[in-house]
């Protein structure tokens, strides 16, 4: 794992004007003109909704070690079988810097943390310990929760999520720079408190999923990216077009906020096979594959996230096979 402790506190803070471009893992995963691609975990295939989870810090490796872009964990703090996914199961800040000591240059993403139903404090926190340890790895894709049998367990109100999702958020900003909540707090203390570790790039980068009760203008100005889901290309693109155009307004025309997307596939044998849809994604051949990541890249998804549940084949053969025909096509050079 790199050591975070060739960065001096005083270094870190002052990176708080800079554009990401020195963060590795926005590094490794966003560039405008190109798409990366990642995963999410559990990566395996699974029936029901509860994964064996075996040795998942394997293929995290065979990713990392491939030039893969990031690796995306869940957040789903209980099991409703009205759902019928729990993601990774284990809790992601755990299952996070798990991954992110077995690895080494691949980002570790958020996709995404609840942040309705968690202290702001809490957050900044654990995002700025993981953005440290991991050497500046982490993306931090946050979500408003969409189950809302687990918004009273937190005395959270399912109804208040977009309210306490947009406070939340400027919140976790606000103590990436050692202001917002910490200047009213060192105000009632008379201490001069501060948040430790910082982020060692200034701040950690936050996306937002969907829309999250929000307006595209306000998710532009507050997020360094989106996430989206996977719709067809002229969907996709008018999505996209869309987003660009709110960027522009509201942070000039030379700014690049990148979209990402999941895309749940089940890579068939035949390499040659045409797509046919399935849940958020599609059963199809490498080819049709390629030629289909190429097409969201031309409309400007700057990074894709497979996710293997309903795969037909099991995760380490799918790896290879897209390691060797289709990752060379989407790949960037983060050095």
């Not at 990566?43 to 872009?69: F, N, S």
């Not at 051949?285 to 031309?298: D, E, K, W």
């Amino acid at each position: 794992m790199p050591n975070p402790s060739v960065h001096r506190p005083d270094e870190r803070r002052t990176a708080q004007s800079s554009d990401l471009s020195q963060h590795p893992g926005w590094r490794r995963t966003f560039r405008k003109g190109s798409m990366t691609l990642g995963f999410f975990f559990p990566i395996e295939a699974y029936e029901g909704d509860t994964p064996r989870l075996e040795q998942p810090q394997l293929l995290a490796r065979r990713a990392d070690e491939a030039g893969y872009a990031a690796l995306w964990v869940r957040d789903v703090p209980l099991r409703d079988p009205h759902f019928g996914d729990v993601g990774q199961m284990i809790d992601p800040w755990v299952f996070a810097a798990w991954i992110a000591a077995q690895t080494t240059d691949i980002a570790i993403g958020t996709g995404s943390v609840i942040l309705p139903l968690r202290p702001s404090m809490d957050l900044a926190k654990a995002s700025a310990s993981l953005d440290f340890i991991s050497g500046g790895r982490l993306l931090f894709g946050t979500a408003t929760g969409d189950r809302p049998s687990e918004f009273p367990l937190y005395d959270k109100n399912h109804a208040e999520r977009g309210a306490d999702f947009r406070h939340t958020l400027e919140e976790i900003s606000g103590l990436y720079r050692n202001a917002g909540p910490l200047d009213l707090a060192r105000k009632l203390s008379g201490v001069p408190l501060e948040l430790l570790p910082a982020p060692p790039f200034g701040r950690v980068p936050l996306l937002v999923t969907g829309f999250a009760q929000q307006s595209i203008e306000w998710i532009a100005t507050h997020a360094d990216g989106w996430m989206t889901y996977p719709r067809d290309i002229a969907a996709q693109a008018k999505v996209v077009s869309s987003w660009n155009s709110a960027v522009q307004v509201v942070c000039g025309p030379e700014r690049y906020k990148p979209v990402m997307q999941s895309l749940y596939i089940d890579l068939l044998p035949e390499a040659d096979a045409a797509p046919r849809p399935m849940h958020l994604g599609f059963k199809i051949g490498r080819n049709a594959l390629i030629a289909l990541l190429s097409r969201y890249q031309a409309i400007g998804i700057a990074h894709t996230a497979f996710n293997l549940k309903y795969s037909s084949r099991p995760a380490p053969s799918v790896m290879d096979e897209l390691t060797e025909y289709v990752l060379p096509n989407f790949r960037i050079d983060s050095h």
